[in-house]
């Protein structure tokens, strides 16, 4: 249940689908072709360039810029600074007219609530609701199994929260749920990485909030692939990298000791532990 609200007039909402084909659609007016659906398999160095292998033929280029988010990144070394962390959304069926009225939510705001687990919420063009959010679940051995995407003990606590926020929508059918794995390091921010004799730039780490980021993230990483010294290739946080994640079963354990540490935090009125300051004095996690 809220009890206020605050409203930031400066913060604008995209949809990501639509920002990702408007890119497509300009990188491809540029004379860039896009292979969907084609996984490259491996990297290797070839002459004075990189050889990227992919399951329908090999393809030698100058330099290679990765950005595969939570997937097992193609660079070995990288895999210990990711974990994928699930992240878990249901939509409604549209809202009638007197639903929405009864709501209130009359100016279709993003919204979202500030806990460490929060929710976040929108309203679709067709009126429905997108909520998502709280729990983040990993997976033992950083598991990105497609199976994952379903979790209907999730999708039930989601609906469960979205009538303690509406309690009028009692009765609402949800009519799609889905998760996705969001590419979380040690420090909740992004971190680049510039390798294989400085042809092989990567860009990962965006925690769940990569939509605007992972623009920023894309120039900085094409600065360093052209050996450019710049304002953004200079800032520490690109400089330095987070923490990387000790081995299973270790990884686990931090994780889920983290995850109840929140819990805990947001039910003590956001006072943090001895746990989540000491994470914070370490530089990890989203107050780092
Ligand atoms: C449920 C959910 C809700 C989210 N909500 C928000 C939000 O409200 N705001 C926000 O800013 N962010 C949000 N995010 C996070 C956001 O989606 C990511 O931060 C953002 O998409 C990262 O962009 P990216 O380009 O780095 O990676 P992605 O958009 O994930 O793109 C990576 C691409 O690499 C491809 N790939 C991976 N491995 C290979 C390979 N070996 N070969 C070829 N291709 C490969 C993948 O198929 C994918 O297409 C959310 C994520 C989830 C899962």
Redesign the pocket.
Known sequence: MARGALFDPDVAMID?AKLAWGLADAAESLGVRIHEN????SIDRSGNGIRVKTGYGTIDAAKVLL?????KS?RRKLRHWIVPVW???IMTEPLTSAQLADIGWSGREGLADSGNRFH?FRLTADNRILF?GWDAHYFYGSDTDPRRTQHPEEFALLAEHLLQMFPSLEGIRATHA??????TCSRFSAFWDLGMNGRVAS??G?T???????HF?ARTALDLLDGKDTERTRLKMVRTKPLPFPPEPLKSIGINITRAAFARADRNEGRRGLWLKGMDALGLGFDS
């Not at 889905?178 to 590419?183: A, C, L, M, T, V």
């Not at 769940?208 to 992972?214: F, R, T």
């Open positions: 990501p084609t996984r490259a398999l950005a595969t988010s939570a997937s193609l992240d878990y959304v976040y998502g889905w998760g996705g794995s969001i590419d860009v990962a965006f769940g909030l990569g939509v605007g980021a992972s993230g």
